[in-house]
């Protein structure tokens, strides 16, 4: 069975509620800083921690990341 991020199972899981505030994104790259989430940028999840890619960084490095290599591989 799969859920998602912040949905109970009843096993002890904390649920996120309805009024999340809004996540502040630095690029695991670059720098580059972004106020929300942006449709752009790339989501990974090298040695269980999530690492964001802004848009420009994706679009460089798209091989690779399409290879599932850590960016420490970039």
Request: overall charge negative; hydrophobic content about 30%; proline content about 4%.
């Amino acid at each position: 069975m799969t859920s998602l991020p912040g949905d109970t199972d009843n096993r002890g899981s904390v649920q996120v509620s309805d009024t999340a505030q809004a996540q502040y994104l630095v690029c695991a790259r670059c720098g580059t800083a972004a106020d929300d989430p942006q449709p752009t940028w790339t989501c990974s999840v090298e040695n269980g921690a999530r690492c964001y890619f802004c848009d420009s960084c994706a679009r460089a490095n798209i091989r690779a990341i399409e290879g599932r290599l850590d960016s420490a591989w970039w």
